[in-house]
C-alpha cells in the first residue's frame, strides 16, 4: 500500500465544474507533485512543490491550479477543463535527499463530460 | 534536458523465461535512476533504485538493474518471470543538476504467458 493518499479515486465533471483533488502524505516528505498520466502513457510532470513552495510548473494550463497548504497536503483546483483532461492524476512525494526517491499515490481518475 | 528511452514497448514471454528490458539516458551529468511498475489497474511502485556505488542493484519481486555509465543504460532483469509479473514497467531519470525533476522513458508492456 502507498503511503501518498488520494482523494478522490474517481471523479467525473462537467466542463464548467469547479472540483478539487486532493492529497496527503504523513512521511514527512517536503517535496509534493502532481503528474497526469493518460492511458498506455508514462507519467508527466506537471508540478513540484518543494519545502512548501511552487519550484516547477512545466507549462500546465491555468485551468490547473495547484495549492499546498502545508507539508503533508497538496491540492490541484479544476476549472473549465477540456475532455482532453481526462486522465488519471497522480500525486507523488519525496525526501529530498540522495536520490530523491519518490513515492506514488494511487492516482485520482478524472473524467471531463 | 534529460530523456529517457525505453527500447521494447511490448514484450510477451512465457512463465520461468528470462526477462530484460533496456532503458537509456541522455545526460551527462550525475544521474539517480529508478524502475517503477505498474500493475493493472494499480498504482506506481518502486521496483528498485541507483544512487551511488555497485552498479548493480537489486530491487523487490527478484528483479535487479545494471548501471552502465559509459553506456548511459540501466537494464532491468528477472531470471524468472511468473505469470504476477505481467505489469507496465517504467525507467526513470533524475538528473541531479535538474533537482526534482523525475522523468520517465515511454514504458514496457510485459504479458507473462501461464
Known amino acids: 500500500d502507498t503511503e501518498v493518499t488520494q482523494t478522490p479515486k474517481h471523479l467525473v465533471m462537467g466542463m464548467t465544474n469547479k472540483k478539487s483533488l486532493k492529497c496527503e502524505q504523513h512521511?514527512?516528505?517536503?517535496?509534493m507533485y502532481w503528474y497526469k498520466q493518460k492511458a498506455k502513457k508514462p507519467p508527466e510532470l506537471m508540478f513540484v512543490?518543494?519545502?512548501?513552495?511552487?519550484?516547477i510548473n512545466e507549462s500546465v494550463p491555468s485551468r490547473f491550479s495547484p495549492e499546498c497548504p502545508n507539508s503533508s497536503l497538496l491540492n490541484l483546483h479544476l476549472h473549465a477543463l477540456q475532455p482532453e483532461d481526462s486522465a488519471l492524476y497522480l500525486c507523488?512525494?519525496?525526501?529530498?535527499?540522495?536520490?530523491?526517491?519518490?513515492?506514488f499515490g494511487e492516482g485520482s481518475w478524472l473524467t471531463v463530460v | 534536458a534529460q530523456s529517457v528511452s525505453q527500447h521494447n514497448h511490448h514484450v510477451i514471454l512465457s512463465e520461468a523465461a528470462s526477462l530484460e528490458l533496456g532503458c537509456n539516458y541522455s545526460?551527462?551529468?550525475?544521474?539517480?535512476l529508478f524502475w517503477y511498475v505498474q500493475y493493472p489497474g494499480q498504482h506506481l511502485q518502486l521496483l528498485l533504485k541507483y544512487f551511488s556505488g555497485d552498479p548493480l542493484v537489486k530491487g523487490i519481486k527478484g528483479f535487479e538493474a545494471e548501471f552502465i555509465k559509459s553506456k548511459f543504460s540501466f537494464n532491468l532483469r528477472k531470471p524468472s518471470v511468473q505469470w504476477s509479473d505481467t505489469a507496465e514497467y517504467f525507467c526513470?531519470?533524475?538528473?541531479?543538476?535538474?533537482?526534482?525533476?523525475?522523468?520517465f522513458g515511454g514504458g514496457t508492456r510485459v504479458l507473462v504467458k501461464p
Open positions: 507523488a512525494s519525496s525526501q529530498l535527499l540522495e536520490g530523491n526517491t519518490i513515492y
Open positions: 526513470a531519470v533524475n538528473a541531479v543538476a535538474a533537482g526534482n525533476k523525475l522523468t
Open positions: 512543490y518543494s519545502y512548501e513552495k511552487l519550484s
Open positions: 545526460y551527462g551529468g550525475t544521474v539517480n
Open positions: 512521511m514527512g516528505h517536503r517535496a
